[in-house]
């Protein structure tokens, strides 16, 4: 499998429940080195490992304290998915004045109205056994009913800190939110403690994914500098993550088991390397650590990436 070109490996795993080859267990026997941290973070654990693969590749499993990782958790599913944080629905839905997430505390249904003119076309199921005038007004209006949290798992992704515009591939300072404390410290920390470089944390995004969502290999290049890591978090589902080289043809590709808690970092020439996420598997060995949380039904198959960079070179 290591010998086999990119695109044939994410096909294999999107159409199989195959395992990864390399995962916190046996990363000792494939990677280049490994070094024990003792770190002085009160974010990190006292003494973390971490995996050292081509191109410069980290990869750290588990190394957040436990708190730590709900608190990321908790404020990505309470807050950071939904208004006023830019995310993938919000030019195609009106949801700026909808309090989503208290919806889904309440169980309470929300009406929601599709823009005119839809960025992205939703598919969004009226229910059939709705009463005839509901089904008049969704006719009418385009407004329709809908359970909070089908509608918070049709969100894709979010944007904090710098908001990269889409529409003119670039970074748009006029938009920008804050990046909490907790996740702004702990990529401080990685990149001091681990990366030793000096890292602004100015932007992030992240990925809501669902049973069926992927996203397949791709560069991340829109940052002015590409020396500084790319510092990605996994909460939740487990996932296979490949990743490739700078040749999307070159057979050198890796496939890697990222779990609740794990961290990957892109630095080095890695930070120029494909790479992607091919398949969401069924594994989440997180579910001990949230089964008390309200929010556990919106993590307990679904898988969180927090993927943050610096947008800017600085002298």
């Not at 030793?196 to 049973?211: G, H, L, M, R, W």
Request: hydrophobic share 35%; charged share 30%; aromatic share 12%.
């Amino acid at each position: 499998m290591e010998r086999t070109k990119l695109r044939e490996v994410e096909k294999y795993h999107m159409h199989s429940e195959a395992l990864p080859t390399i995962n916190s267990k046996n990363a000792h026997t494939f990677c280049q080195s490994q070094e024990q941290i003792t770190t002085n973070s009160k974010f990190l654990k006292d003494t973390v490992t971490a995996y050292y693969f081509k191109g410069g590749f980290i990869f750290i499993p588990n190394p957040l304290r436990k708190e730590v990782k709900r608190e990321i958790t908790k404020e990505v599913l309470t807050k950071l998915l939904y208004p006023p944080y830019r995310n993938s629905i919000d030019r195609s839905l009106e949801i700026e004045d909808l309090d989503i997430y208290g919806a889904y505390l309440q169980n309470k249904e929300i009406s929601v109205k599709m823009y005119d003119s839809p960025v992205a076309k939703i598919k969004i199921k009226q229910n059939p056994y709705a009463p005839p005038e509901e089904k008049e007004s969704f006719l009418n209006t385009g407004i329709v009913k809908i359970s909070p949290i089908e509608l918070i798992k049709k969100i894709r992704w979010s944007s904090i800190g710098i908001y990269y515009d889409w529409e003119i591939k670039a970074y748009n300072k006029e938009i920008t939110s804050k990046i909490p404390d907790v996740i702004d410290q702990v990529c401080m920390d990685i990149s001091q403690e681990i990366c030793k470089v000096s890292f602004i944390p100015e932007t992030a995004v992240i990925n809501y994914y669902q049973k069926k969502d992927r996203i397949m290999s791709h560069i991340d290049r829109y940052e002015e500098d590409m020396s500084k890591p790319l510092i990605s978090f996994s909460f939740g589902a487990s996932c296979v993550f490949v990743l490739g080289t700078k040749e999307r043809e070159d057979p050198s590709v890796d496939t890697f088991l990222l779990e609740d808690g794990d961290i990957a970092i892109l630095i080095g020439d890695s930070r120029e390397y494909f790479h992607g996420v091919p398949k969401i598997l069924s594994l989440n060995k997180g579910l001990e650590d949230y089964k008390n949380e309200e929010f556990f039904s919106l993590i307990s198959d679904s898988r969180i990436n927090i993927s943050v960079r610096q947008a800017y070179k600085y002298d």
